[in-house]
């Protein structure tokens, strides 16, 4: 009884730690409002990197031909072709290629993960069938979706920051990203032009567009997590071209990579980001995003089973092992509704190898599940409330029905359910019912393949 008692006691401690009451997500939103100014005032003023994408003007609809993409930035990449029809028909036909990327690869060298790209893309250049016609004499061209901080330099070049989400990288950080896929292009024999250059979020952004002329920001909730919005061209202080004749710019927030004092961190996230191979980094992505949520969720169970025996005499081998329970795991335990629990048990069971659970353990996992959950999806709540109080859609003009459409993407946001429900009805709840009408959130379904092909199609040497 004294050990259940210790499990209950971890437990609890554990939910007030991830307790997001409103009053601290609008601090939090607030706080997420005050970063965007700062990051947009100069280079390095924010750990909202707020980075310029070089966008300034979104798909229209009239986008026409033929184009491939590219995605890559999480555990798969994509390759794709797309036909554009224009205003008409709009997406006439659109193939694609997933591949998953061997995890050597993402803390090998440069080359070698850019070789591996660019033999899948030829690979998939090879099966283009008739109805992707090219007029003769012209280049394949190609948008590349890279979901990972770029300093763009143009639409069609940036440099690597860094990297995240478990890819490491060294000697590609500081590289143009571009050069480094066309080198790999040459070198197994592909002629292709990379005419943008995008980050998934700006991706997805170009792509609801596409679709809703009321779509504003786009937020990603995948492996990673990130959000991009249009901005007003004169609230970049730091942006020393041109204002361009849009008078708009698509910002890449990286917003991954806030962090606040008001976000609620527990100790099991501290240690989370100390074991990482980007301490100190992304803190906002390692408490909301897809690749963690699992984890937080082994490192309580693994105290638990420390500190008060949660499972028997013995720590279960497997519970040591990082990253060993899943988030998908985690979304499917957390949607276990038969009366014993029995999903948990054998989730419990396959991965953790523990033979035998009781309900009241079993509840206990999903208790901490959806404590986990309800952090990150009402953290994903605030963030979006606070870019929707920067960009000022967050209440109800008078007189105005302008709406204002978030288009969201990635594994998480797409599967995980419970996790998108809170998001929304937390969402709700930051904007009160009347400024709720005016906001809508759209699942932008691989919106960013498409939004990067709409960018080479609207960018393309023939034009
Ligand atoms: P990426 O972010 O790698 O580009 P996706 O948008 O497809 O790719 O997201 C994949 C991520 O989504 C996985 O790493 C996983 O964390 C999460 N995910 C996928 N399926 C589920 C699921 N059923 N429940 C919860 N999370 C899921
Ligand atoms: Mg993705």
């Not at 699992?294 to 519970?319: C, H, N, Q, T, Y």
Request: proline share 4%; net charge negative.
């Amino acid at each position: 009884a004294g050990k259940w008692g210790r499990v209950i006691e971890i437990l609890k401690v554990f939910e007030e730690d991830c307790a997001t009451p409103v009053g601290k997500l609008r601090q939090v939103a607030d706080a997420m409002t005050v970063e965007m100014h700062a990051g947009l005032a100069s280079e390095g003023g924010s750990k909202l990197k707020m980075l310029i994408s070089y966008v300034d003007n979104l798909p229209s609809g009239d986008e026409q031909g033929f184009f491939y993409a590219l995605d890559l930035g999480g555990t798969n990449f994509r390759v794709m072709r797309v036909l554009l029809g224009g205003k008409q028909d709009r997406v006439v036909k659109q193939e694609f290629e997933e591949v998953s990327i061997p995890p050597p690869l993402m803390t090998g060298r440069s080359d070698e993960l850019f070789n591996f790209i660019a033999e899948a893309l030829a690979k998939f250049v090879a099966t283009e069938g008739e109805d992707f016609h090219l007029p003769a004499g012209r280049q394949r061209e190609l948008g590349f979706t890279f979901s990972f901080p770029v300093k763009q330099t143009s639409l069609c070049s940036g440099t690597l920051m860094n990297w995240t989400k478990g890819f490491s990288i060294d000697d590609a950080v500081g590289q143009d990203v571009v050069g480094e896929l066309i080198k790999a292009m040459e070198r197994v024999g592909l002629d292709m032009n990379v005419t943008a250059l995008v980050n998934d979020t700006v991706g997805t952004l170009a792509g609801g567009r596409y679709y809703n002329s009321d779509v504003v920001a786009a937020v990603i909730l995948g492996t990673g997590t990130n959000a991009a919005y249009v901005e007003r061209a004169h609230a970049i202080p730091k942006w020393q071209g041109l204002l361009p004749k849009s008078g708009e710019m698509v910002i890449n927030m990286e917003w991954g990579n806030f962090r606040s004092s008001h976000l609620p961190l527990t100790e099991y996230d501290h240690l989370l980001d100390f074991d990482s191979l980007n301490p100190g980094e992304q803190i906002l992505e390692k408490i909301i995003s897809g690749m963690y949520l699992g984890e937080i969720l082994r490192r309580v169970l693994l105290k638990m089973a420390e500190e008060a025996a949660f499972f028997g005499d013995s720590i279960p081998p497997k519970l040591k092992v990082p990253f060993i329970i899943r988030t998908p795991t985690m979304s499917a335990m957390h949607s276990d509704t038969s009366p014993d629990l029995k999903v948990v048990g054998s989730k419990l069971k396959d991965i953790l190898e523990v033979p035998t659970t009781s309900l009241k353990m079993r509840k206990v996992v999903i208790s901490l599940c959806n404590i986990i959950a309800t952090r990150g999806a009402r953290l994903s709540a605030a963030g979006i409330y606070g870019i929707l109080k920067k960009i000022g859609r967050d209440s109800p003009k008078d007189g105005e029905r302008q709406k204002s459409v978030i288009a969201m993407d990635g594994g998480l946001f797409e599967h995980y359910t419970q996790f998108s429900e809170c998001m929304e009805s937390s969402l709700k709840e930051l904007l009160g019912d009347e400024a709720s009408e005016s906001v809508e959130v759209i699942h932008s379904n691989d919106g960013s393949g498409v939004g990067a092909a709409l960018l080479a199609a609207s960018h393309s040497q023939y034009l």
